[in-house]
């Protein structure tokens, strides 16, 4: 079993507050991370229909069947319990008491914070992280090959090739889940739509473009967005412009939480494929703006990030919040380091009068090293970022 970054952050918050909530997308390890971390506690898996029926039907007795609390798997099924947990933990606010997962994100949460407000910490799971990985040898030597293979926990605790996983997944989950959730009608028009997106990955959010594309409205569009970032299937980057006079756009980035589904989407079979790709670069970007997103989840803490343009073009990848410093961050997907790499991290430092020490690239080489106060991170480097 891989041990989770984010079991540390886990067992802090069930410390402090009587519930404990795991939010994230599916099959990224919620229900293993919460057994592994509570081996003793009651698991119970609302997603049984027997189980939810049950605790629809009694919710006061079900929950004091368990007095000293319970993991309760898939809660979104059974929204009614959380007004009866609020009573539980009101009557006996016993920290850790209840832990409490969920894949659909935007059911859970709203319930959740309508009646544990004040009661309960939330942790966000993403699948594997580079830093999960790589003490046991999992990374590989070339990012490409893990970009393509995806990051998501079956595919390295299953005998099961990455391509039969995206595609059963993208079947189960998004054109299954998602699809109820938002009331699509027409399935191939959804269809469509999740490929469109992967095809914009690293790109400007359009929503206009994107509806006229795919035949929807705006307005339908915008939902549809909205039910893929907040189900952990994608992620939406800001741009910056604190202390900027002139901003060129306020629309987001859009990025695939998991490189490879969106691969898979993409229809992207091998690494040779990958590597000619015009979206290789784009790939690669979500790839370790993702990485760094993981790795401020798991520790329990808001990812500060964005990205940055200027009125005439010039962008920065990523600027990661440090307190009151911001870290410039290029990331090329290029083997080979060449100066106009850095081309707009010197602009960045003209317009903005930065420390040289604030600025690095993160490219797909393995040398560290320095050039002209700029770092020259490694991608394995980027879980230490």
Request: charged share 25%.
């Amino acid at each position: 079993m891989i041990p989770r970054i984010a079991e540390k952050t886990l067992r802090r918050y069930a410390k402090g507050f009587p519930v404990a909530c795991i939010t994230g997308p599916r099959q990224s390890g919620k229900t293993t991370l919460a057994k592994l971390t509570f081996p003793k506690k009651k698991y119970i898996s609302l997603e049984d229909p027997d189980i939810a029926l049950l605790a629809r039907s009694d919710p006061r007795g079900f929950l004091e069947t368990w007095p000293n609390g319970l993991i309760l798997d898939e809660a979104q099924y059974v929204p009614e319990l959380f007004a009866y947990i609020k009573t539980m933990v009101d009557k006996d606010p016993k920290p850790g008491k209840y832990i409490i997962t969920g894949s659909q994100q935007f059911n859970l949460m709203e319930k959740v914070t309508e009646s544990l407000a004040g009661r309960a910490a939330f942790l966000t799971l993403f699948p594997f992280s580079m830093a999960e990985l790589e003490p046991l040898g999992m990374c590989g030597q070339d990012p490409f090959e893990l970009i393509l293979k995806g990051l998501y926990p079956p595919l390295y605790d299953r005998n099961i090739s990455a391509r039969d996983f995206y595609s059963a997944y993208i079947a189960s989950y998004i054109e299954r889940d998602l699809r109820q959730l938002v009331n699509v009608k027409d399935l191939s028009t959804f269809q469509h739509f999740t490929k469109f997106c992967a095809a914009r990955t690293g790109g400007i959010l359009n929503l206009s473009s994107l509806a006229a594309d795919c035949g929807i409205t705006h307005n339908t569009a915008k939902a549809w967005i909205s039910a893929l970032e907040t189900s952990g299937i994608i992620f939406l980057l800001k741009p910056y412009y604190k202390n900027f006079g002139k901003r060129l756009i306020k629309s987001p980035k859009l990025y695939f939480t998991d490189s490879g589904l969106a691969c898979r989407l993409l229809g992207i079979k091998t690494v040779r494929e990958l590597f000619i790709n015009p979206l290789r670069g784009s790939l690669f970007e979500g790839f370790i703006i993702s990485e760094l997103i993981k790795n401020r989840l798991n520790r329990g803490e808001t990812p500060e990030l964005w990205f940055w343009r200027d009125n005439a073009g010039t962008e920065i990848d990523c600027l990661i919040g440090d307190g009151e410093k911001l870290y410039a961050t290029e990331i090329k997907s290029g083997k080979t380091f060449n100066e106009e790499m850095i081309r707009s991290l010197n602009h960045w430092q003209k317009i903005n009068g930065t420390s040289a020490k604030t600025k690095m690239l993160v490219y797909a080489g393995s040398e560290k090293t320095t050039f002209k106060g700029i770092r020259l991170v490694p991608w394995r480097e980027t879980m230490f970022l």
